[in-house]
Protein backbone atom coordinates (compact mmCIF):
# COMPACT_ATOMS: atom_id res chain seq x y z
CA UNK A 1 0.00 0.00 0.00
CA UNK A 2 1.62 3.31 -0.99
CA UNK A 3 1.42 6.39 1.17
CA UNK A 4 0.37 9.11 -0.11
CA UNK A 5 1.38 13.06 1.50
CA UNK A 6 -1.31 14.90 2.42
CA UNK A 7 -1.08 18.90 1.62
CA UNK A 8 -1.37 21.13 4.38
CA UNK A 9 -4.40 23.64 4.03
CA UNK A 10 -2.20 27.01 5.62
CA UNK A 11 -0.69 28.43 2.16
CA UNK A 12 0.95 31.81 2.68
CA UNK A 13 2.63 34.23 0.17
CA UNK A 14 4.04 37.61 -0.58
CA UNK A 15 2.10 39.76 -2.77
CA UNK A 16 3.68 42.30 -4.32
CA UNK A 17 2.44 45.56 -5.71
CA UNK A 18 1.57 44.42 -8.85
CA UNK A 19 -0.42 40.98 -8.62
CA UNK A 20 3.11 39.14 -8.97
CA UNK A 21 3.32 36.52 -5.29
CA UNK A 22 6.32 34.64 -4.08
CA UNK A 23 5.28 31.54 -2.33
CA UNK A 24 7.46 29.77 -0.19
CA UNK A 25 7.89 26.13 -0.46
CA UNK A 26 9.16 23.82 2.16
CA UNK A 27 10.66 24.80 5.26
CA UNK A 28 11.55 28.26 3.44
CA UNK A 29 11.47 31.47 4.51
CA UNK A 30 10.84 34.62 2.60
CA UNK A 31 12.47 37.96 4.71
CA UNK A 32 12.98 41.69 3.66
CA UNK A 33 15.91 42.96 4.37
CA UNK A 34 15.49 45.80 7.29
CA UNK A 35 16.52 49.14 6.12
CA UNK A 36 19.44 50.91 7.65
CA UNK A 37 17.73 52.85 10.15
CA UNK A 38 15.92 49.70 11.47
CA UNK A 39 19.22 47.39 10.88
CA UNK A 40 21.09 49.97 13.22
CA UNK A 41 23.42 51.23 10.59
CA UNK A 42 24.38 54.19 12.42
CA UNK A 43 26.57 54.88 14.68
CA UNK A 44 26.22 56.64 18.23
CA UNK A 45 26.95 60.09 16.77
CA UNK A 46 23.91 59.72 14.41
CA UNK A 47 26.41 59.05 11.22
CA UNK A 48 24.54 56.51 8.67
CA UNK A 49 27.17 53.84 6.71
CA UNK A 50 26.17 54.14 3.36
CA UNK A 51 25.32 50.74 1.63
CA UNK A 52 28.53 50.80 0.08
CA UNK A 53 30.66 50.56 2.79
CA UNK A 54 28.89 47.82 4.75
CA UNK A 55 28.28 44.27 3.60
CA UNK A 56 24.91 43.02 2.97
CA UNK A 57 22.47 42.85 5.80
CA UNK A 58 21.77 39.48 8.21
CA UNK A 59 18.71 41.20 9.79
CA UNK A 60 15.14 40.96 8.10
CA UNK A 61 11.40 40.89 8.52
CA UNK A 62 9.86 37.85 7.50
CA UNK A 63 7.22 38.58 5.15
CA UNK A 64 6.37 34.60 4.39
CA UNK A 65 6.26 31.02 5.27
CA UNK A 66 6.41 27.97 3.67
CA UNK A 67 4.40 25.08 4.96
CA UNK A 68 7.04 23.25 6.75
CA UNK A 69 8.99 20.07 5.73
CA UNK A 70 7.43 16.25 5.96
CA UNK A 71 8.96 14.25 8.48
CA UNK A 72 11.38 11.28 7.50
CA UNK A 73 8.46 8.96 7.81
CA UNK A 74 6.27 11.86 5.26
CA UNK A 75 3.77 11.12 7.24
CA UNK A 76 3.70 14.41 9.12
CA UNK A 77 4.44 18.06 8.36
CA UNK A 78 6.95 19.70 10.44
CA UNK A 79 5.80 23.07 10.44
CA UNK A 80 8.29 26.17 10.41
CA UNK A 81 8.82 27.68 14.08
CA UNK A 82 8.91 31.79 12.68
CA UNK A 83 5.86 33.65 11.99
CA UNK A 84 5.22 36.77 9.80
CA UNK A 85 6.33 39.74 11.02
CA UNK A 86 8.90 38.10 13.11
CA UNK A 87 12.31 40.01 12.80
CA UNK A 88 15.17 37.48 12.28
CA UNK A 89 18.86 37.26 12.00
CA UNK A 90 20.28 35.34 9.43
CA UNK A 91 23.36 33.15 8.06
CA UNK A 92 25.58 35.45 6.07
CA UNK A 93 25.86 33.54 3.13
CA UNK A 94 22.82 31.33 3.29
CA UNK A 95 20.02 33.30 1.25
CA UNK A 96 18.92 33.83 -2.37
CA UNK A 97 18.81 37.25 -3.06
CA UNK A 98 15.50 37.81 -5.43
CA UNK A 99 13.86 40.99 -6.81
CA UNK A 100 10.61 41.20 -8.05
CA UNK A 101 9.22 44.40 -9.12
CA UNK A 102 11.59 46.30 -7.73
CA UNK A 103 11.71 44.92 -4.20
CA UNK A 104 14.43 42.96 -2.97
CA UNK A 105 14.08 39.88 -0.72
CA UNK A 106 15.53 37.16 0.48
CA UNK A 107 14.58 33.15 0.81
CA UNK A 108 16.10 31.18 3.46
CA UNK A 109 16.00 27.88 5.16
CA UNK A 110 14.69 27.53 8.19
CA UNK A 111 17.52 26.23 9.00
CA UNK A 112 20.13 28.77 8.10
CA UNK A 113 17.68 31.60 10.87
CA UNK A 114 19.62 31.52 13.58
CA UNK A 115 17.80 33.79 15.97
CA UNK A 116 14.27 36.06 16.43
CA UNK A 117 14.83 39.72 17.55
CA UNK A 118 12.89 41.06 20.07
Given at each position: MAKTKK?????????ANTGVS??????RVVIKPLSAEEAGSRTLSGII????????????KVVGVG?????EDGEKRIPVSVKIGDKVMFSKYGYSEVKVNGVEYFIVNES???AVLN
Open positions: TSSTKTSVQIRPLSDIPDTAKEKPEQGPGKWDDIL
